[in-house]
């Protein structure tokens, strides 16, 4: 499996061989021995997966979680295509305000970490996208947050050739400024510490 780390600190992208023969195909778009070598640390423990099936032109995020708690995510794309998108809200981050789109799809089954405290976005890019995720944490509603993948301060490369699909919420999310002067954003320090306590890595 290979690995490469993205724009924003700690998140990574991982490309895993995927054999193919006159069956179909074979693919582990998780592997821990790459993780661990890769991150640092282990995997963290799995708390829940979540599956969503999404139609072309639909955008979710972004998404961040209240932290504390945090939550560190692993996500691919098991079915069609999406344009997953990793964005430093952390401030304090050497990276805050940055971002980076890898394009998850069922051909290459690309994969992406991203640590406790980023934001995270994507766009189904073909009908009957279908996203899987590993997550540290359960799902609590009222620590989940979002920002306008709109920000022109972020400057999201969101495809032209799509009308967007989205949740009301998603719709009338703040801007990166916004989230920040109402402190809700996550720090940095405190973003590290929940990981390292997590996953039980090495302090940065």
């Known amino acids: 499996m290979q690995s ?3 724009a924003v600190d700690g998140a990574f992208e991982f490309r895993p061989r995927v054999f193919t023969d006159e069956r179909g195909l074979f693919v582990s778009p998780f592997q821990e021995t790459a993780a661990r070598q890769t991150l640092g640390h282990p995997l963290f423990p799995v708390a829940q997966t979540n599956h969503s099936r ?3 032109g639909t955008i979710r995020g972004a998404h ?3 932290t504390p708690p945090g939550i560190a995510k692993y996500v691919y794309c098991a079915r069609g295509r999406a344009l997953d998108i990793v964005i430093d809200v952390r401030v304090g981050s050497p990276t805050y305000g940055r971002s980076e789109a890898v394009l ?3 051909e290459d089954f690309r994969a992406v970490y991203f640590p406790v405290g980023v934001a995270h976005a994507f766009v189904a890019l073909e009908d ?3 996203m899987s995720y590993m997550l540290s944490g359960e799902y609590v509603p009222e620590n989940e947050l979002a920002l306008s993948v709109f920000d022109p301060a972020l400057g999201l490369p ?3 050739d ?3 699909v989205m949740s009301e919420r998603d719709r009338a999310a703040p801007t990166l400024e916004t989230a920040e002067k109402s ?3 996550p720090e940095y320090r405190r973003c590290l510490e929940i990981e390292r306590a997590l996953c039980g890595g090495p302090a940065r």
């Open 64 to 66: 961040y979680t209240l």
């Open 4 to 6: 490469r780390q993205l």
């Open 158 to 160: 969101l495809p032209t």
């Open 128 to 130: 009957d996208t279908v």
């Open 104 to 106: 998850l799809d069922q």
């Open 183 to 185: 402190g809700t954003l």
């Open 54 to 56: 999404s139609r072309r």
């Open 162 to 164: 799509i009308d967007p």
